[in-house]
């Protein structure tokens, strides 16, 4: 079984997005820096994973502060969410 995780993306924040009628194609990526995973949330334009030790990892968009690392910094790999 292979462990690692990929995402389609199309967004320069490394964000998982749909492609809209004759919008540019959507590729997957691979995320780095997963481990332990044992659940995703993937969203419009940012995801989160929690780790099978209950801590949660997010990345992509965060202009709103969504990632939950207390920046508003767009993140191409998983951050640490605080607590």
């Known amino acids: 079984m292979d462990p690692s995780v990929h995402q389609a993306a199309e967004g320069d924040a490394g964000e998982a997005q749909a492609q809209p009628h004759g919008h540019r194609p959507i590729h997957a990526v691979s995320v780095t820096g997963l481990t332990a995973v044992v659940d995703l949330s993937l969203a419009n334009e940012f995801s989160c994973a929690v780790r099978y030790d209950g801590s949660s990892i997010c990345w992509g968009g965060?202009?709103?502060?969504?990632?939950?690392?207390?920046?508003?910094?767009?993140?191409?790999?998983?951050?640490?969410?605080?607590?």
């Open 62 to 83: 965060n202009g709103y502060g969504q990632l939950g690392d207390g920046t508003t910094v767009d993140r191409l790999t998983p951050v640490e969410v605080v607590p």
